[in-house]
Every structure is written in structure tokens, then in C-alpha cells.
């Protein structure tokens, strides 16, 4: 084992979720993307490679990795705005492109090589609440609204892609698609393919995925000639990852309050943005059991909290706690803010081995800052 805090990696638990995606990819007919951005642990892209069709990715760098990591697979590649010297690597890597505009598409057309290439549409039906996380918002940078589309546009072009969703059951996706076929779907005659995003909470239990398959199979009826393409993030490593932390301090100043060696802010950032609060073995909501700490990073920030949970017996300085579904939005998001050291990554196999692929050192601080 690393020291902690580390993040461990369910090799059984994400091969489930990878088995149950597999089932959709077959019975549905579709092509299933791994969304890299919410998982690059590159160490398991030859497992995630034997049961899904490829990756996707949010740019450069993310396109090359999958090209290095998972060389026999697709590569998706979409960005809001691609340069001339970013397209020059990724036409080497990537086997589709989704641009973000009619500009973009514009631009590069006919740049050399240049892959499958499709565009991001905004049909502008969401069910997001957060914002944040809604790229149908009056005024969106995310896909192009079909006022703005004119039919000569398209020419050239072999897909749609839109992305609407997040954390969302079959049901929304049912509700979202007749609004795409409607404003975009006097275009499919002329496309080799449609992508429906990510935001597909397929593994998470109680997702209703015969709703999926049924949704998936008739729009595939509707339009036998288009490969229909899902691209999940969070569905793929879903409760597939632990970070391990141990408790530095403990004290009472009129609320018990753990200070761990992990940290929301720099190690699980989606519990403040999102927020959420992660699962944490043996523990209970506040109140539930009987000592109820908030839990706490070993950063400056004030609002650096985990939240609040309730356990049997006190905590102790050196005791560790195990917070779950911590593969997904975690290690590709972290930073060392305030130095904190970074999270070593910890491969838990099926058979129960642990093994450390990465351990990080005062010198992954320091090489980010300056001249080493
Ligand atoms: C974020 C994103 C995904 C993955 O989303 P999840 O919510 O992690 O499933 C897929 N495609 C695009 C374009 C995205 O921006």
C-alpha cells in the first residue's frame, strides 16, 4: 500500500460497470466512448478496451493519450475551439471530430487528413438545474442552436453530436431525443453518424436501462443508416474508486472537527463544485451514529470540507477513513494548491492485489511553477 491519502481503484467494481455498458452496446446496436475527462487512469485502458468501442476526448492532450494508451480503439475527439497547430497533431490521432461551430468547421474543412468530422448542435432542451453544468443556457458557447444552422453548412459533414445531459436516467434521453430529430433531423439523410453525449447515468443502480436499450433500438429503426454513439464520463468508473486518508488532528471548539491529509479542494474538487457529498465506509449522516465531526483538508481554505458524518466511536489521530466513489472527477482533477502533496494512485486488482502505479513528490509541485 501507499501512503496515504491515495486513490485505489476498483479493478472488479469498474469491470462491472463495464460489463453492464457492454450489454447496451450489444443489444442496443450503439458504440459506447469512454469521456476521458471524467477517467484517464491509462492503466486500465486495455480493460476498459476489451468491452467498449474507443474514447473520447476534450482536446490535444486527451486525444493523445487515448491514442498512446488505447491505440486499437476510436478516438473522438471535441473542443470549443481547436488552433491550426492543435489540429496538425490531432489529425495523426483521432478518427472523429466534433466541432463546436459553423466558424470551426468553416476554418478547417479542408485542413489535410482531416477526420470523420461532425458539429455540436444545441437543441436547447435541457433538464440540468446547475448552470453550471447546463449547455443549453440562453447564450451558450457549447453547439450550435438550429436558428443559427443554414443547410449549405453542413455539407461535408458525417455527424451531430450534442450533450445536454448530466447524472440523468433513460428517461430524460427519452424526453431529449424528438427535440433533436425535430430541429435536426431533416439533416440525418446526409450523416454517417449522431452522438448523444455523456451525462448517461447508466450504472448507477436503479437506472432504468431497458428504457435505454427500447430508446436506443427505435431511434436506431427511425434511422437504420446512422451508428449512434453514447460517450458516458462518470458512468464507466462509478463508484469504482476510494481515496484513502488518515485523520492528523481532532479537536472541539464547539463542533467536533477531523482534520485528514486529503483535502476537498485539491483532491476531490466535485464535492464543492458539484457539490456532493461522497460516501465514506462505516460512517452515518450527522447525528445518526453517535459522534458526528465535520471532516476537513489540510488546506488554508475555509471551505475546505469534506461534510459532515457520524460515526460509533470518537475518531483518533492516525485512524484511516475510506470515502467511495472517488475514481471518477478526482485524480484528472486535482491540483497541489498550498503545496499540498498530490494523492498516490493504487490499482486494487481482482484478485485482491494492490498495486501503486504512481506515487508524486515535492518535485510534481515544483516542476508546474517554474524553471527545475
Ligand atoms: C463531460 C462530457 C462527457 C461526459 O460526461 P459524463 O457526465 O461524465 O458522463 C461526454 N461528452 C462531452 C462532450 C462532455 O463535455
Not at 468553416?106 to 477526420?115: G, I, V, Y
Request: aromatic share 12%; net charge neutral; with cysteine.
Amino acid at each position: 500500500m501507499p501512503s496515504t491519502p491515495y486513490y485505489l481503484i476498483d479493478e472488479a467494481r469498474l469491470e462491472r460497470n463495464l460489463k453492464l455498458l457492454a450489454k447496451v452496446r450489444r443489444e442496443a446496436g450503439v458504440k459506447i466512448l469512454l469521456a476521458q475527462k471524467a477517467f484517464s487512469a491509462f492503466d486500465t485502458y486495455p480493460l476498459i478496451a476489451k468491452y467498449l468501442d474507443g474514447t473520447t476526448a476534450s482536446g490535444l492532450y486527451e486525444a493523445r493519450l487515448a491514442h498512446e494508451e488505447m491505440p486499437s480503439k476510436e478516438n473522438h475527439v471535441f473542443n470549443p475551439a481547436f488552433t491550426e497547430a492543435e489540429m496538425t497533431e490531432i489529425v495523426q490521432w483521432c478518427d472523429h471530430i466534433v466541432f463546436n461551430s459553423v466558424a470551426q468547421w468553416r476554418r478547417f474543412r479542408d485542413f489535410p487528413h482531416l477526420p470523420s468530422a461532425g458539429l455540436r448542435v444545441n437543441h436547447g432542451y435541457s433538464e440540468i438545474e446547475h448552470d453550471i453544468y447546463n449547455p443549453c443556457v440562453v447564450g451558450s458557447r457549447l453547439g450550435v442552436p438550429r436558428a443559427f444552422l443554414k443547410p449549405e453548412d453542413l455539407e461535408g459533414l458525417e455527424g451531430l453530436h450534442f450533450h445536454t445531459m448530466c447524472e440523468q436516467g433513460a428517461d430524460v434521453l427519452a424526453r431529449t431525443l424528438p427535440h433533436f430529430e425535430a430541429q435536426f433531423g431533416e439533416f440525418f439523410p446526409q450523416l454517417k453518424w449522431v452522438n448523444f453525449g455523456g451525462g448517461h447515468h447508466i450504472t448507477k443502480p436503479g437506472y432504468d436501462v431497458k428504457l435505454l436499450i427500447k430508446t436506443l433500438k427505435d431511434f436506431r429503426a427511425r434511422y437504420p443508416h446512422l451508428e449512434v454513439y453514447l460517450e458516458p464520463g462518470e458512468a464507466i468508473a462509478l463508484n469504482a474508486g476510494y481515496l484513502v486518508t488518515i485523520v492528523r488532528e481532532v479537536f472541539d471548539y464547539g463542533r467536533p472537527i477531523a482534520i485528514l491529509d486529503a483535502s476537498a479542494e485539491c483532491h476531490m474538487p466535485d464535492v464543492i463544485a458539484m457539490p456532493y457529498r461522497p460516501p465514506l465506509k462505516g460512517s452515518g449522516l450527522p447525528g445518526e451514529k453517535r459522534f458526528t465531526y465535520r471532516l476537513g483538508g489540510p488546506t488554508c481554505l475555509a471551505g475546505d470540507v469534506i461534510g459532515d458524518y457520524s460515526f460509533a466511536r470518537p475518531l483518533t489521530p492516525g485512524q484511516e477513513l475510506v470515502f467511495g466513489d472517488m475514481a471518477i472527477y478526482s485524480m484528472v482533477k486535482n491540483n497541489t494548491f498550498n503545496g499540498i502533496p498530490l494523492p498516490s494512485i493504487a490499482l486494487k486488482r481482482k484478485s485482491g492485489q494492490v498495486e501503486t502505479l504512481k506515487t508524486f513528490s515535492y518535485a510534481d509541485f515544483k516542476s508546474r511553477l517554474g524553471r527545475v
